[in-house]
């Protein structure tokens, strides 16, 4: 299901073609929604994807950078509810 909703939104966004690895964006999701607050997950998931966007690199190289900064942010336990 998430594969088939996900390849009709790239289409839909003019993306199709491009890889995206599920796992790891509901990984990163799950790890804010514990860490922080569950509303967190998509907000942080949308500002992932926009330095992923903006970065011009390679983008699963961006992805993981900007993934992993969010999730060290999300360890410090300083936005914890």
């Given at each position: 299901?998430l594969?088939?909703?996900?390849?009709?939104?790239?289409?839909?966004?003019?993306?199709?073609?491009?890889?995206?690895?599920?796992?790891?964006?509901?990984g990163?999701?799950g790890?804010?929604a514990?860490?922080?607050?569950r509303?967190?997950?998509?907000?942080?998931?949308?500002?992932?994807?926009?330095?992923?966007?903006?970065?011009?690199?390679?983008?699963?190289?961006?992805?993981?950078?900007?993934?992993?900064?969010?999730?060290?942010?999300?360890?410090?336990?300083?936005?914890?509810?």
């Open positions: 299901m594969r088939s909703w996900t390849d009709a939104l790239l289409a839909e966004l003019d993306l199709a073609g491009t890889e995206v690895d599920i796992d790891a964006v509901l990163l999701a790890v804010v514990r860490g922080v607050v509303p967190a997950a998509p907000l942080t998931a949308f500002l992932v994807g926009l330095a992923v966007g903006r970065a011009g690199a390679d983008a699963p190289e961006a992805f993981e950078r900007a993934a992993h900064r969010a999730r060290a942010l999300a360890a410090t336990g300083d936005f914890a509810a």
